[in-house]
């Protein structure tokens, strides 16, 4: 099956209420895992959009809420809620501040019941993937850390769990123009290691493109699907 499938997906908030509002409007795509790995998949497109919506369709973070017409499909299942197949990294690098790095990163596997010294072996792998100084960093705390770091963080504690989904809602968007290109360069170079399709939401066209094998352009409001690109793969470090 497809990893992932709108099919006419409108979501209209507070439906049937004076305030509802259509966020997105008959969205329709389909992404299928190419030669046994996934797309990187970018999204684009004005703010208020609708953008975020469809990341959080997705991802099922509102299963009291979800589409309002039409069905997101996920490796072939109707999304009903969250799951371990999908995982996100937000903008505003969401961790635990008094928490390690170390920690941060193998939150979900403690979740999971791993024992700690098997899973601190695969943080410190992670961490090292997501070019951060093992030595150095695993026992600082996220406030010892500058943005672009803490974002690695926010990775590798997403690519532990091996989602075969990962969402991204502007991870980059707080980042200065520096950090933002080493951290595009970052998720290229994960990006052959990892077999999973990943959502990207970006207001920058040369972002979407760089990272891109296909990019979605949004029009608003309500938000439509107004384009389609598929991307030539640009030169990229190796
Ligand atoms: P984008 O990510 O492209 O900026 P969003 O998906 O966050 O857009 O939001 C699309 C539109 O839906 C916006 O106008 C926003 O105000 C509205 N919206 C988003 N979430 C909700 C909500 N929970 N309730 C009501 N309106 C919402
Ligand atoms: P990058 O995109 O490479 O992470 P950053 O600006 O985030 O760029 O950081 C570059 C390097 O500078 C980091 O690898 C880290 O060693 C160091 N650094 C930056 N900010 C801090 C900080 N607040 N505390 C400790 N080290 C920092």
């Known amino acids: 099956p497809p990893v992932v499938e709108f099919d006419h997906v409108t979501k209209t908030y507070n439906d049937?209420?004076?305030?509802?509002?259509?966020?997105?409007?008959?969205?329709?795509?389909?992404?299928?895992?190419?030669?046994?790995?996934?797309?990187?998949?970018?999204?684009?497109?004005?703010?208020g959009c609708g953008k975020s919506t469809i990341l959080k369709l997705?991802?099922?973070?509102?299963?009291?809420?979800?589409?309002?017409?039409?069905?997101?499909?996920?490796?072939?299942?109707?999304?009903?809620?969250?799951?371990?197949?999908?995982?996100?990294?937000?903008?505003?690098?969401?961790?635990?501040?008094?928490?390690?790095v170390l920690d941060n990163v193998t939150f979900g596997l403690e979740c999971r019941g791993m024992p700690r010294r098997i899973r601190e072996e695969l943080g410190r792998h992670w961490i090292d993937q997501v070019g951060l100084d093992v030595e150095n960093d695993q026992y600082k705390f996220p406030h010892e850390l500058s943005g672009g770091m803490r974002q690695?963080?926010?990775?590798?504690?997403?690519?532990?769990l091996k989602p075969r989904v990962i969402l991204m809602d502007e991870p980059f968007g707080a980042l200065d123009p520096q950090t933002r290109l080493n951290m595009q360069d970052l998720l290229v170079s994960l990006w052959r290691k990892v077999e999973a399709t990943v959502f990207f939401i970006t207001h920058s066209i040369e972002e979407a493109v760089y990272l891109g094998d296909?990019?979605?352009?949004?029009?608003?409001?309500p938000g439509r699907l107004v384009q389609e690109l598929e991307v030539e793969p640009p030169d990229r470090p190796a």
């Not at 296909?214 to 409001?221: A, F, T, W």
């Open 214 to 221: 296909r990019v979605y352009v949004l029009s608003s409001s």
């Open 152 to 160: 690695r963080v926010a990775i590798a504690r997403t690519l532990i």
């Open 16 to 47: 049937g209420q004076p305030n509802a509002f259509t966020a997105i409007k008959d969205i329709s795509f389909v992404v299928e895992d190419k030669h046994n790995h996934g797309e990187f998949v970018g999204i684009l497109g004005p703010s």
């Open 58 to 100: 997705i991802a099922g973070l509102e299963p009291q809420h979800p589409a309002t017409l039409g069905t997101v499909s996920v490796l072939g299942k109707p999304v009903t809620g969250p799951g371990a197949d999908r995982g996100m990294v937000f903008q505003d690098y969401t961790s635990f501040d008094n928490r390690t």
